[in-house]
């Protein structure tokens, strides 16, 4: 049986979306002035539980508007995962400040603290943890190390909307963190982002920086050199009705990654899984394969059953922009070479997840 093309990714926009951005472009208010950013932005802080939260108009830009307001600049060195989205790391670059890599631990898939401790240098600034593909990393450890060594914490939680450690959503551990809202996040503003933190002065120094630097006293007076980061309250419209619905959705989303887990549980494919005390908000269900010689076979046979897939991120390390130096990451490269993220929007259905296990079974027969 060979259903329609089943996406890794597809929002639900079925909500008040329509609603609110007709209300948007009914009243003209379609600019990044207009009520449903400070809504959003008012919405988003409480549900992540923190005290300031400003819209930004992509993920990318949110990491930069956050080592920005931290005063992160060219020298400075930010210890960060080389198993990450391309964006945490280059974000980074864009200050002129140095990624040192770390490898990720082989259970979590997410940074390990060791490494970290062990990558500190004088010139060390920051940490940037990322939550990646919505497991939490260690917080309590990597906030330890932090404040052993006076640095900067921050979090990338991109991929972690609705992720928990220990009780508290993550991007409430670090001293400032941000969010993407990209056509494929847990929640979507089509482009989108959002930077949070608990304090008010780095809070001030983001809004500052992402508004042109305009100086409070006097208009159209410019103290820094800022950058126009704003999100559009058409966007913000969107993120709001999609926050109305985050609960549900994440509900689903666990829901098909418990799904995933059963079906795949007698097979040599391992599901990426959720260790420690945490939620892990599965924004992407992710599996390894035995072999990375296997992996292309693999996506090969989803995609002729219809089913789209992809790799698993490769590790940063290894991109000719920042492979100058020779590194080892292995248990990344390994993940990264292994690893094939599944269909995951919240309203796949069970059959639909079924059709892929099966498939998924049918390479495991064929090879086997
Ligand atoms: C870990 C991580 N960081 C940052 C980003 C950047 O977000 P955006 O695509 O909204 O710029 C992403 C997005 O895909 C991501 O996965």
Redesign the pocket.
Known sequence: MIMNKIPVYQPNLSGNEKKYVNDCLDSNWISSKGKYVSLFERGFADYVGVNHATGVC??????HLALVALGISAGDEIIVPTL??I??VNAIAYTGAIPVFVDSLADTWQMNPQEVRESITPRTKAIMA?H?YGHPCEMSVLKEIADQHKLFLIE?C??AIGSKYQGHHVGTFGDIA?F???GN?TITTG???MVVTNDQTIFERATHFKGQGLAKYREYWHDVIGYNYRMTNICAAIGLAQLERVDETIQKKCRIADLYKELLKDTNFQVHPEIGDVFHSYWMVSILVSQASDRDQVRQLLTEAGIETRPVFYPVHAMPMYAQKYQRHKVAEDIGWRGINLPSYPDLEVDQIVYICESLKGFKLESI
């Open positions: 992509n993920g990318t830009v949110a990491l990450t989205y964006a945490s990322v990646l990338d991109a991929e941000t993407s809202f990209y996040k482009e989108g982002g």
